[in-house]
Nanobody
C-alpha cells in the first residue's frame, strides 16, 4: 500500500541545478531511511545520498559539497538539491525508502520508478 513518487528530473546544462523530490504515501507508520540512488547507462546502481531516522546523512564522494539531502517528516518527503551539476551526474535517479506499516511490522524496502537527470550542453 506504499508508493514512492519522484519528481524534478530533467535536462540541465553543466553547472546548473535541479531539485528532486520523493513523496511516500500509503500505510506508513514510520520511515527508517530514505534516499536516492542513481544508475547511468552501462554502470551499476550506486548510492547518491540517504538520511537515517536520526537525521544523519551519507553522500557518495562524487557528490559531496554539491548535493544536499533534506526531509520534511510531516509530508513524508525527501528532497535532493543538486548544484554544480556535471555530465557525469547524468543517470536515472531512484528514490529508495525503508518503511514500517505498523509498530510491530518489519521494515520493508520500496523503490520509486525513477526520474531521468541529464546534464549536457
Amino acid at each position: 500500500q506504499v508508493q514512492l513518487v519522484e519528481s524534478g528530473g530533467g535536462l540541465v546544462q553543466p553547472g546548473g541545478s535541479l531539485r528532486l523530490s520523493c513523496v511516500a504515501s500509503g500505510s506508513i507508520f514510520s520511515i527508517t531511511v530514505m534516499g536516492w540512488y542513481r544508475q547511468a547507462p552501462g554502470k551499476e546502481r550506486e548510492l547518491v545520498a540517504r538520511i537515517t531516522s536520526r537525521g544523519s546523512t551519507n553522500y557518495a564522494d562524487s557528490v559531496k559539497g554539491r548535493f544536499t539531502l533534506s526531509r520534511d517528516n510531516a509530508k513524508n518527503t525527501v528532497y535532493l538539491q543538486m548544484n554544480s551539476l556535471k555530465p557525469e551526474d547524468t543517470a536515472v535517479y531512484y528514490c529508495n525508502a525503508g518503511i514500517k506499516g505498523c509498530l510491530t511490522c518489519r521494515d520493508e524496502v520500496y523503490w520509486g520508478k525513477g526520474t531521468q537527470v541529464t546534464v549536457s550542453s
